[in-house]
């Protein structure tokens, strides 16, 4: 569920991750697994949801500007690692908000 929640995620144009769209999701998914064949399915409630995002660390996040058309793949995530990783070199009083930015 949490992997297909992050799959969604990376393309922008299928709309936002809601918490209606977990809940179908899930149970389609239990529907779907034969382990939980005749087996009640949950009542899929607030708290499960809660317990949900929690344990996966997910957390509402809404697209605007250039990010909302942003096509995220492997590609972009790697170089969002690779640009972690240099900026962990530099302390909190060094670093700066900037509009554009380019990584050479």
Not at 46 to 70: I, M, N, P, Q, T
Not at 78 to 95: F, G, S
Request: proline content about 5%.
């Amino acid at each position: 569920m949490a992997e297909w929640q992050l799959r969604y995620d990376r393309y922008p144009d299928l709309g936002l991750t809601t918490s209606d769209l977990l809940r179908i999701k899930a149970r389609e998914f239990w529907d779907k697994l034969p382990c939980y064949a005749r087996k009640e399915p949950p009542k899929f409630s607030d708290g499960w949801l809660v317990g949900f995002k929690r344990r996966y660390g997910l957390k509402e996040r809404r697209r605007h500007g250039e990010g909302a058309s942003a096509q995220i793949n492997e590609e972009s995530e790697q170089m969002m690692k690779e640009i972690r990783v240099v900026a962990r070199e530099y302390r909190p009083d060094l670093t700066y908000n900037i509009d554009e930015l380019a990584y050479y």
